[in-house]
């Protein structure tokens, strides 16, 4: 029997064409006009209750003693829009810095996609402000989610770049605005593994966390309280194991509500087995850039 001959290489898929941006405004218009009037019950609890502190009290005294559950990396940009209030009502101006923080997540996108070499990236760029879920998060919530993915995208390109001290310096920046900042932190850690990046790099990360807190600190700020406000803000929610989240916890809570936080436990047991399960993977598994993303 003769050699079979080897299959020719599949061809390569033509790229997706870049959406007209004339579309995507279109789309981000529509929902802002929608979006715009609503508002939740945790911005007139929480956030507008915030930015009165800080128009009442002043910047540097309203820093010199706790008044929010958030770290103060978010504070200093609501203290920098506060003037706004003079002009527009603090919703308005709560939202502001949600779309500005839309603004800084288009940009890192736009650098991600130019470490990528991608083609169009300004385009691609902009479909961050028709996406759905960073609409609601912005127009609707005023939340600041946007700014700390922005973070988490940075330190990607970075590690795409292979510029690692500045990939840690971005992941500490993103844990300086919020929590959700460590869920993505085994990736960077498997990635450093693997590059054998040497451990001074690592410090970067905590480095910029204090950095971010080093003005709160020298206006007077507990260094206690700063120590403990994502502590503080895990037993917020003590009865609600999954916060409504798409996963097998959620199934546990509507199914026995009064039984699920007794799986609290579980819960954090099967993240911290996944998250070393996840950076030994890692490190025989191979990608390119674009699969590393």
Request: glycine letters at 4%; a positive charge; charged letters at 10%.
């Amino acid at each position: 029997m003769g050699q079979s001959q080897p299959m020719p290489p599949l061809p390569l898929r033509p790229p997706m064409p870049a959406p007209a941006i004339w579309l995507v405004a279109l789309v981000a218009a529509a929902q802002a006009w929608v979006l715009w009037p609503l508002f939740t019950p945790d911005m007139n609890a929480y956030l507008v209750p915030w930015l009165e502190t800080i128009r009442q009290q002043g910047v540097m005294p309203a820093f010199a003693a706790p008044f929010s559950n958030y770290m103060p990396s978010y504070l200093y940009l609501l203290a920098l829009f506060s003037p706004l209030a003079d002009w527009l009502d603090p919703i308005s101006v709560i939202k502001l810095l949600s779309v500005a923080g839309t603004v800084v997540l288009a940009l890192s996108v736009h650098r991600l996609l130019g470490a990528l070499g991608a083609a169009q990236r300004a385009h691609w760029a902009v479909v961050v402000f028709a996406l759905p879920s960073v609409a609601f998060n912005a127009l609707m919530m005023g939340q600041c989610d946007a700014i700390y993915v922005a973070a988490c995208v940075m330190a990607t390109a970075m590690a795409v770049e292979r510029r690692h001290l500045a990939m840690f310096a971005w992941c500490g920046i993103a844990v300086a605005f919020k929590a959700q900042a460590v869920l993505v932190a085994p990736f960077f850690l498997a990635l450093a593994i693997r590059r054998r990046v040497p451990f001074p790099y690592w410090l970067a990360a905590p480095t910029a966390l204090f950095a971010m807190m080093l003005p709160a600190l020298l206006a007077g700020w507990p260094p206690a309280d700063l120590a403990t406000v994502y502590f503080r803000q895990a037993g917020t929610f003590s009865n609600d194991i999954a916060r409504n989240a798409p996963n097998l916890w959620s199934l546990a809570g509507a199914i026995s509500p009064e039984y699920a936080p007794a799986l609290f436990g579980l819960a954090l047991a099967a993240a911290l087995g996944a998250a070393p399960a996840f950076v030994a993977r890692m490190q025989v598994v191979r990608f390119d850039d674009a699969g590393l993303v």
